[in-house]
């Protein structure tokens, strides 16, 4: 005879005490009796009574892969992080369920266990493989590593799966969450080759605007030779193609810049390639590479074409003090005419006069010096432009020119 049964016989009624209630509330989940689960509990049984094992009812429902019992004690209020005597949570059991069981868990409120936990990353794998946005989500959002690496896919991570599957709401998901877009596996193939694979123009998009690096080299499986990123989407859907031929032109302008390849910096702008479109791995702009190799003909251009003369990286000096501490006193004088602020602080609270000063460069060569006197005169200047008037008022504020000039006595 069931339990069911037996609350029939008893008109809906049975005298247990506490222990035999709960010993009945698990009895109840092994049958996937939830008429009397839910009986139980309402007559006062705790939704998370324990067993001898010191499971939970749920986590026994989990273990046994009774979805529906598992919803129905979610829905009572049972705690989806609660441990038995071992320390497992039912997360734990549910990853040896379908993903379906994964996916309620995480949707109410199961927290990612701390770790890899590989039984997890095996089901988030097959989650990623299966298109099965939902469960990587919720995944995502109870705390799991955007980054996992997938078992046995040549280290592959989740953004490769989901970009080589062309899934662009994954993919968004897993970048949002953190994912890091130039990841490599290990033939060396990044998250952006996948996506050429993959086909799907969203998500090469949304790899290349998360600073995808087009200059990657890996085997091409079609010629055998090992190529960049870039030269792999030639054979690529026209607006696949284009897409990263427009993110490598970015890269271009930051390798160019730092190389003093002026020609080739001006032919990008002239292509349209904006000069403050991309930062490098450190967060500098092609202006602030420029300036730190004291390229005063680049640094020029780049200028002509818009680019931020006051950007400065985080916790950084600003691209005058780099030009100045390059020794390159042209590039100051090009950076003074663009309207560089010589009197910002740095990092450490200093001016660029004093930091050149106290720069171990300063005063070792002519051209330092006049580096150094170009500054302290653009200070002073500026500072008697900033003074206020004895009467009261402030004199209209003129925008700084100054010339470089050889200073007597160098």
Do not use: W
């Amino acid at each position: 005879m069931s339990l069911s049964d037996d609350f029939a016989d008893a008109g809906g009624f049975v005298d247990y005490t506490l222990e035999e209630a709960v010993n009945a509330l698990f009895d109840a989940i092994n049958m996937d009796d939830r008429q009397v689960v839910g009986a139980l509990i309402e007559a006062g049984v705790p939704v998370d009574a324990r067993n001898e094992f010191g499971d939970t009812p749920l986590i026994l429902a989990v273990h046994r892969g009774r979805y529906e019992m598992a919803q129905f004690l979610l829905d009572m209020k049972a705690d989806p992080n609660a441990k038995n005597a071992e320390g497992f949570t039912p997360l734990f059991y549910g990853v040896r369920q379908n993903l379906g069981m994964l996916d309620l868990l995480f949707a109410h409120g199961a927290a990612y266990p701390e770790g890899k936990a590989p039984a997890i990353a095996a089901r988030l794998t097959e989650a990623t493989f299966a298109g099965y946005d939902r469960v990587v989500e919720a995944a995502l959002a109870a705390g799991a590593d955007p980054n996992t690496v997938a078992p046995n896919c040549d280290d592959a991570c989740l953004l490769h799966l989901a970009a080589q599957n062309g899934n662009p709401r994954m993919v968004k998901a897993l970048i949002a969450a953190g994912a890091e877009v130039n990841m490599l596996d290990k033939n060396q193939r990044s998250v952006l080759r996948a996506a050429l694979r993959g086909g799907n123009l969203e998500c090469v998009t949304a790899i290349l605007e998360a600073g995808a690096d087009t200059r990657n080299r890996s085997l091409d499986q079609k010629s055998g030779r090992t190529i960049s990123d870039e030269s792999a989407s030639v054979d690529c859907d026209f607006d696949i193609a284009r897409a990263v031929t427009q993110a490598a032109m970015k890269f271009n302008l930051l390798d160019a810049a730092a190389s003093g390849a002026a020609k080739e910096v001006q032919m990008l702008l002239e292509a349209g390639v904006s000069p403050d479109a991309k930062l490098d791995e450190d967060g500098n702009t092609a202006l602030y590479r420029a300036c730190a190799k004291g390229h005063a003909d680049v640094a020029k251009a780049l200028l002509e074409h818009g680019a931020n003369v006051h950007f400065r990286p985080k916790d950084k000096p600003s691209a005058l003090f780099m030009a100045a501490l390059s020794g390159s006193a042209e590039c100051v004088r090009v950076l003074g005419e663009a309207g560089a602020n010589v009197l910002a602080q740095e990092p450490g609270g200093a001016s660029v006069v004093n930091m050149v000063e106290q720069a171990p460069a300063a005063g070792v060569s002519a051209e330092m010096s006049i580096v150094v006197r170009i500054l302290k005169a653009a200070e002073v200047e500026k500072m008697a432009q900033n003074a206020i008037r004895l009467d009261g008022t402030v004199p209209p504020m003129t925008k700084l020119r100054f010339r470089l000039r050889q200073p007597s006595g160098v």
